[in-house]
């Protein structure tokens, strides 16, 4: 994970490295999507009572498999996706599962913080955290997925804000 911070806000990068269970990738194979959330708040240091927060900001992927044109389908919003509509999203199609998986895993560049939002003699923190969200699958996955160690994907870092700017 690598924090950035310029006059424009500050920026998170990222490379989230895990593989998919087999079971996960046989619902997937099957046609049921999964959906990936990716977290990242921003605290400032506080001694007298807890931090701050100062924002919260999140990122929804959605992963399909569309078994007609034999493709992956992958949509990322910044608010949870539904069936009943796309919001706002981008969409994109891989041929397959590892360049969608490449995509997922790598977080460039995304802003987590407006530059107002982050005072300069203050220490901040940054807590980021990845999984996959097993409350959007159908009730069944739900249901099974329980205490399932196979449906577990998450990681999560937190980091120092340091002083020093972007150049």
Do not use: C
């Not at 950035?4 to 194979?29: H, I, M, Y």
């Not at 998986?101 to 939002?117: C, M, P, T």
């Amino acid at each position: 994970m690598r924090l950035e911070r310029t006059e424009d806000g500050v920026f998170l990068s990222a490379n989230v490295k895990f593989d998919l269970p087999a079971v996960v990738q046989d619902a997937l194979l099957k046609g049921i999507s999964m959906y990936f959330v990716a977290e990242a708040e921003v605290y400032r240091d506080r001694w007298y009572w807890y931090d701050k927060k100062l924002s919260t900001t999140v990122r929804h992927m959605r992963l399909s498999y569309q078994p007609l044109t034999r493709r992956w389908r992958l949509h990322v919003a910044p608010g949870a996706i539904s069936n009943s509509g796309l919001g706002v999203t981008l969409g994109q199609n891989f041929d397959s599962l590892e360049e969608a998986l490449a995509v997922i895993q790598r977080i460039s560049r995304w802003k987590i913080a407006e530059a107002s939002d982050i005072e300069p003699d203050s220490r901040h923190n940054v807590d980021f955290r990845f999984r996959l969200d097993v409350s959007q699958l159908p009730r069944p996955f739900q249901i099974g997925a329980v205490g399932q160690p196979d449906w577990r994907i998450a990681a999560s870092r937190n980091q120092r804000l340091t002083v020093e700017s972007a150049p």
